[in-house]
């Protein structure tokens, strides 16, 4: 990991990052020491756009998370084809499975905008489970978040057309990074950039299947995409397309089982 600040000054949080890490919801339900002795024992690294976070491949050494700005998780096939997986807001924390396991990291990350992290080093993680008891039970319950996301988006791949699989990532990278209260006049960006190539991987898909489906999306005037990122114009619309298509899938295949 890299650190633009001194090097002889330890970095700390502002007080809008530190907000920002209480806020995640798995974090905020730690118990006050835990979450105190998290705080305290984590490290503050700050990294440029595009800086590399970890490596895939190299040996895990910490559990971490964003603090500002955001983290792209991205893998390299054995074939060499690299793929966009997610992209982290502040709040959700990393690397736990990894850690706990003394293995490899299974992505790269890298700092999508300016972002800063905090990171637990391995020996500290460990010894946080000593010394909290109800950091273990914690971890599991990350853990089946996790899991749950994962179960419910190999769903919507395998049964949701795309115009809906694209309209439920639109709300998911809004939720996640756009803003906390509606603008005037109803535009809502989505609050991180992505090229199109990005947003096709998150879905699956081809550029060009993605690119289609804005352009008629901006023909129904349900956003705005330009090259400075996707303005949501009618998020109404938006949650309609995700819920419709959910709703006829799910009428589908209750037929097929009768």
Partial sequence: ?????????RPLLTPEEREAINRGRWFAALTPSLR????????????????????QGELAQFWFTCASGAIRFR???????????????????????????????????????????L???ESVFRRLLLEHAEFGEALLSLQARRMRYLYWMMEDMATLPLRAR???????LLRRFGPRTPLPG?????????VQDELAQLLGCSRQRVNV??????????????QRGIVVLDLAQLETIAQQESADERTVQERVRD
């Fill in 36 to 55: 105190h002795d998290i705080l305290r024992l984590g490290s503050v690294t700050r990294h440029a756009h595009g800086e590399m976070i970890v490596e």
């Fill in 186 to 194: 109803g535009e809502q960006p989505i609050g991180i950039a992505l």
């Fill in 213 to 226: 489906e804005l352009k008629t999306m901006e023909r129904e005037g349900i956003l705005r995409a330009s």
């Fill in 75 to 117: 893998r390299t096939t054995p074939a060499g084809r690299q793929v966009t997986l997610a992209y982290v807001e502040p709040g959700i924390w990393v690397g736990e499975a990894e850690v706990l396991h003394r293995g490899p990291n299974t992505y790269d990350a890298h700092a999508h905008g300016r972002t800063t992290l």
């Fill in 1 to 9: 990991m890299h650190d633009t600040d001194h090097p002889h000054q």
């Fill in 166 to 172: 694209l309209a439920k990532q639109l709300l998911h």
């Fill in 119 to 121: 990171s637990v080093a």
